[in-house]
């Protein structure tokens, strides 16, 4: 599974592409994703334009935003601009490797 992680917090980045590399995926950041399977957007850096950007962009791909649980509309808002999952921060990291596990069975 290829994922690309769209956030420019090296923390964030660091901490998820570390599990998910571990679990089995391709990740990759910054601007050259070349047809992701997954993109995963960080809604505490981004704005909910960038869903719509992505799924323009990768037509075919899952995207899932993530951002603070305080932050409910824009949660929303990102489901509506094209997610095709929306979770707490807290949550994403579990979500994404669950993924990786069924796409690796």
Do not use: Y
């Amino acid at each position: 599974m290829h994922i690309h992680l769209d956030t420019p917090d090296l923390m964030t980045r660091v901490r998820l592409e570390s599990r998910w590399r571990s679990a089995g995926a391709t990740v990759t950041s910054g601007d050259g994703a070349e047809r992701p399977d997954l993109v995963v957007v960080d809604l505490a850096t981004r704005d909910v334009d960038t869903v719509a950007n992505w799924r323009e962009r990768c037509p075919d791909a899952s995207i899932l935003a993530f951002g603070p649980h305080v932050e409910g509309a824009m949660l929303k808002a990102a489901r509506q601009a094209g997610a095709d999952a929306v979770v707490v921060r807290g949550k994403v990291a579990d979500r994404v490797s669950q993924r990786i596990e069924e796409a690796v069975s």
